[in-house]
């Protein structure tokens, strides 16, 4: 498995974001689940969102709505769409394979929202 993300950047409260991750080793499409953590400077990582190959998802608590995760398993890319952001969404951004209970993660990806 071998993730790249893309789409971080700085944007301005209440603007929109849109992550990618591409898995390259292609295993997302056969049963894995797929998804994006974070952290924050001096916080624990936390769940953002996850889906599995099947179109099940799991969000974190503090998205309320906010933010859309999607895949495309022919293309082994899962997407988050992150919209109305805030200062407290500044983190790096990780996308996760959980292939077999084998979790990949990816690099990280910075986000900062400024006020």
């Known amino acids: 498995v071998q993730l790249l993300e893309s789409g971080g950047g700085l944007v301005q409260t209440g603007g929109s974001l849109r992550l990618s991750c591409v898995d390259s080793?292609?295993?997302?499409?056969?049963?894995?689940?797929m998804g994006w953590f974070r952290q924050a400077p001096g916080k624990q990582r936390e769940l953002v969102a996850t889906?599995?190959?099947?179109?099940?998802?799991t969000y974190g608590d503090f998205v309320k709505g906010r933010f859309t995760i999607s895949r495309i398993n022919e293309k082994s890319t899962v997407y988050l769409q992150m919209n109305n952001l805030e200062p407290a969404d500044t983190a790096v951004y990780f996308c996760?394979?959980?292939?077999?209970?084998?979790?990949?993660w990816g690099q990280g990806i910075q986000v900062t929202v400024s006020s």
């Open positions: 080793g292609k295993t997302s499409g056969s049963g894995a689940v």
């Open positions: 889906i599995s190959s099947g179109g099940h998802i």
């Open positions: 996760i394979v959980n292939f077999l209970n084998e979790v990949s």
